[in-house]
Each structure stands twice: as C-alpha cells, then as structure tokens.
C-alpha cells in the first residue's frame, strides 16, 4: 500500500477517545525517535523547523523548508505530512510537485498571509487546484485562523470549513480553536478534524480532545520547544 494510502486510511473510523496522534519533528533525528516510540505517522511543523535552522517563524525560505522536509522522509519509513504555511507562493501544481519531490504524502496549508485571514471563497478555489494538481497524491489538512486572528465567532471556522471540504481537502485545523467549543464545530464540519493539543498540562489530553470530536491531534511547534528548554538545563549543569 502507498504511504499516502496509508496516511488516509489512519484517519478513518477514528473511536471517539482515540483521535490519530501525530507528533511534529523538526529534524531527521527527532523523526527518528517518534518512529522508533512507534507512532504510525508524523507531521512536520513549520514553526518548528525554523527554530531547527535559526529563523523565526514564517521566515524560511521554500528552498530549506522543502530540504528539511526531505531530510525528514527520507530518515524514516512511516509517512510524513509537511507543514508548508501559506505554500511559498508557488502555484498549486509547483507546491505539489515540490512537496512530492520531498516524499511528503500531506500538507498543510494555512488560510490567513501576514496576519490577515485571507478570502475564504478565493482560498477555497487555490485549494481546489491544489486538489486537482495533487489528485490523490497527498492529504490536504486546510488550516482555519479565524480564532487565531481575533475571530472568536465558531460560525466563521465552521463556513470556512465548509466552503475548503468543497473544495476537496482531507481535513481542516482550525488552529487556536478553544476546546469548549470543539463540539460545537465538530457538529459542524464534516470530516477529519485537527487539534493542537498543549504540552505543559493547562490544556485537554489528546485522548480528551479525541472525545470532544476531534480526529487527529499534533502538537505545533510544542516538543521542539520542549527539547530546548530539556536541553537548556542540561547545558546549565554542565556550566
């Protein structure tokens, strides 16, 4: 079967409490440790990339973002989906090819470009042609800002949804979205569901957001920041 294949089928039939657990590396070697913890499937974080080759967030260029995607697949055999924030401005069929080039079998792909949401209806049509461009090639996860961006309105997240799984995404991520209102936009959107779970205990376990509906669960830029700060007060001892 085809990683691609079986990165889709992973996220079917989902029992509630059970959501798809993909944690974020940010290097080959992290990819390394996930697969051997026995995870099923990876997802690789923009954010967490950058802090890996000295940038801030937003700030890689394509180039290095699509090589360290590569360095990631290539290290392990389990499948890997790629967090390409807004695609780098490449058109659809270039962002394909590039992400397949890399041996990712997902993406994601963001709905707002310099802190503004961007037109729901006119996102929906790039996503449209990325579909078309990748056919059944690669899992499209259509990330929703709304609440990162101020829009705390469920509503909102719920018609973009609607609008990107019309346009034939696999799964949206409406990003930020606080968990007391997953159900809400769960009864709401219809297929896979994305939600960040925290790593500091203030938040849902991903088992807890699995019952609130949601799907799949990553974890952002989360565990490259906690090996920082692991790594940190190694190197404080060692002073």
Known sequence: MRKVDVFRSLHRRRAQGDPLVLPGPWDAASARVFEEAGFP????????????????????????????????????????????????????????????EAGAVGC???????????????????????????????????????????????????????????AGVDCVYPIFAPAAVLPLLRSG????????????????????LGGLGATRVTFGPGLQQRSVRALREIADGLR
């Open 41 to 100: 499937a990876l997802a690789t974080p923009s954010a967490g990339i950058a802090a890996s080759l000295g940038y801030a967030d937003g700030e890689v260029p394509a180039e290095e973002m699509f090589a360290a995607v590569a360095r990631i697949t290539r290290a392990v055999d389990v499948p890997v989906s790629a967090d390409v924030e807004g695609g780098y401005g490449l058109a659809p069929k270039e962002l394909v090819e590039r992400l397949l």
């Open 108 to 166: 994601n792909l963001e709905d707002s470009s310099g802190g503004v949401l961007k037109d729901p209806r006119r996102h929906a049509d790039w996503l449209a042609e990325v579909r078309s461009a990748a056919a059944d090639e690669l899992f499209v996860n259509a990330r929703i800002d709304t609440f990162a961006r101020g829009v705390t309105d469920p509503a909102r997240a719920i018609e973009r949804a609607a609008l990107y799984v019309a």
């Open 189 to 208: 959107i219809q297929g896979p569901v994305n939600m960040a779970a925290r790593l500091d205990g203030e938040g849902p376990s991903p088992a807890e």
